[in-house]
């Protein structure tokens, strides 16, 4: 059983349109997030859900607009598609992502296997 | 903003060779975990560690955290071909979400 699982792997568009990337975990995790992941190889924050609630939004153009419609569901829409948006979207999961009160947190983040989005 | 930076940037070796990876921070690390990630995966947790001076081992794997808690190394032992991939180092970011270091770039040949 995939623990954290996203659709599509590959996504390839034109400028301009507008997609989403569909991400499911059943760890049963109260926190998902989504990175980006450029050419570089580079892992970059862009949203934290935490029981549905927005908990981080990094600066992120607002054509990115995350939705969680339950604990376990995080997709990602993005409008407008530009060339600068293709990179590897990665899902993630944790338990308890703002620790215990007063100690360091050291959860576990759970990643998908990506998302390969390529603008034309 | 916390930076980490990491070393080498790409490293490729023969099997049987040992390594060293390296990742500094600009700021004490809340906790420092690294990751691997294989190519089309994405990155799985190896280790965490807190305390400085911690050395964790994870078979041929040596994880040392500096006394500072602001650097840290990972020692591979005979290295081997399912060592290949990108290593990360991460902080979480005001308790919150990940930051990542720029990773290495392994590649072990037999």
């Known amino acids: 059983d995939t623990a954290v699982s996203q659709t599509p792997k590959y996504l390839v568009t034109q400028m301009g349109n507008d997609k989403s990337i569909k991400c499911e975990q059943n760890?049963?995790?109260?926190?998902m997030y989504w990175y980006k992941q450029d050419s570089k190889k580079f892992l970059k924050i862009m949203f934290s859900?935490?029981?549905?609630?927005?908990?981080i939004n990094e600066t992120v153009p607002n054509r990115f607009s995350p939705k969680s419609p339950d604990k376990a569901h995080l997709n990602l829409h993005i409008n407008s598609l530009e060339l600068g948006d293709s990179a590897v979207y990665f899902c993630?999961?944790?338990?308890?992502?703002?620790?215990?009160?007063?100690?360091?947190?050291?959860?576990?983040?759970?990643f998908g296997p990506g998302t390969r989005l390529t603008v034309l | 903003t916390q930076l980490l930076e990491q070393s080498p940037q790409f490293l490729s070796i023969q099997e049987g060779e040992n390594l060293t990876v390296y990742c500094n921070s600009s700021?004490?690390?809340?906790?420092l975990q690294w990751y691997r990630q294989e190519p089309g995966e994405g990155p799985v947790l190896l280790v965490t560690?807190?305390?400085?001076?911690e050395v964790k081992k994870l078979k041929r794997l040596t994880f040392q955290f500096g006394d500072a808690r602001k650097d840290s190394s990972l020692h591979i032992t005979a290295a081997q071909p399912g060592d290949t991939g990108l290593y990360l180092c991460?902080?979480?970011?005001?308790?919150?979400?990940?930051?990542f270091g720029k990773g290495t770039t392994l590649s072990v040949s037999s």
């Open positions: 700021s004490v690390f809340s906790s």
């Open positions: 560690v807190v305390t400085g001076g």
């Open positions: 991460a902080d979480y970011q005001a308790g919150t979400a990940l930051i």
């Open positions: 760890l049963g995790h109260d926190t």
């Open positions: 993630a999961s944790s338990q308890d992502p703002l620790g215990t009160s007063g100690s360091q947190n050291t959860d576990t983040q759970y």
């Open positions: 859900y935490n029981n549905k609630e927005l908990i």
